[in-house]
């Protein structure tokens, strides 16, 4: 397979899974999406155009001491693994701890709490490393996406506040058509709209974040289910669940070429 590289000033797309530990459909996602794309690259023309005119940024596991921890010692664990001064309490919470409206109401300033937000943004070598990345490469990276579980919901800025994205129509627009999409492929029903109206306040998130830093197309996804499985979905369903997300995250892509072209 040959993709074409030669393009100046490609525009990009950033995909994270796994910053919650206990999250596991969220790794199988990054991985399911590297091997479609590939898969498919030069076969489906849809998803050929996007790579070739558009770089992509995948980590497949953002949260990696935390996500072992759940394979050796408790399947429920959220934070990372990093030790805490003056506690014998472990861990932060990845997702409390980028730079907007850091450790505000949603967040936990308590190292013993799961939402523990840090000694200060971007405390952790994890969220440093991303918030790194990302600012190195804010020009090109077009889209950000976060991918999580579980409730089923497509969320957009901001979960930090209740203020309005500045682009909120559009981005409502582009989750509303998702869900619909889901719902007529796959029978399934996503909740969608800014995390802080249809979830709850979370301040200090990477999606809020990424936006704040001129990433104007930023998203969170909850993956299945909505509560009978939960966080220990089975291998079932993991089909199911990728098949959802890659046409949800496939239709923000191309959507988003034809921009990229231009810019």
């Keep these: 397979?040959?993709?074409?590289?030669?393009?100046?000033?490609?525009?990009?797309?950033?995909?994270?899974?796994?910053?919650?530990?206990?999250?596991?459909?969220?790794?199988?996602?990054?991985?399911?999406?590297?091997?479609?794309?590939?898969?498919?690259?030069?076969?489906?023309?849809?998803?050929?155009?996007?790579?070739?005119?558009?770089?992509?940024?995948?980590?497949?596991?953002?949260?990696?001491?935390?996500?072992?921890?759940?394979?050796?010692?408790?399947?429920?664990?959220?934070?990372?693994?990093?030790?805490?001064?003056?506690?014998?309490?472990?861990?932060?919470?990845?997702?409390?701890?980028?730079?907007?409206n850091w450790c505000t109401t949603g967040a936990s300033s308590n190292p013993c709490d799961e939402t523990y937000c840090g000694s200060f943004p971007e405390s952790e070598p994890e969220s440093q490393a991303v918030a790194n990345f990302l600012r190195s490469h804010k020009e090109s990276i077009q889209i950000y996406l976060s991918i999580h579980s579980y409730s089923q919901m497509l969320i957009i800025p901001y979960s930090c506040s209740v203020d309005e994205a500045e682009n909120y129509s559009e981005l409502y627009e582009m989750v509303k058509t998702a869900a619909d999409k889901i719902r007529r492929y796959y029978r399934n029903t996503y909740t969608y709209g800014a995390g802080a109206q249809i979830i709850y306040l979370a301040p200090g998130g990477s999606d809020d974040w990424a936006y704040n830093l001129g990433i104007k197309y930023s998203f969170t996804f909850e993956l299945q289910d909505r509560g009978r499985y939960g966080f220990l979905l089975p291998p079932s369903h993991i089909q199911g669940a990728c098949n959802e997300a890659l046409i949800t995250t496939l239709a923000k892509m191309y959507k988003s070429v034809g921009k990229c072209l231009y810019l």
């Design 1 to 100: 397979m040959h993709l074409n590289t030669s393009l100046p000033n490609k525009k990009a797309m950033w995909i994270d899974c796994g910053i919650h530990a206990r999250e596991w459909i969220s790794p199988a996602f990054c991985l399911f999406f590297v091997h479609y794309s590939l898969s498919f690259y030069n076969v489906n023309t849809e998803m050929t155009q996007i790579l070739d005119n558009m770089d992509f940024y995948v980590l497949p596991v953002m949260n990696p001491d935390g996500y072992k921890y759940t394979w050796t010692n408790r399947r429920m664990w959220r934070k990372n693994r990093s030790p805490q001064k003056g506690t014998s309490c472990i861990g932060v919470d990845l997702n409390r701890n980028f730079d907007a």
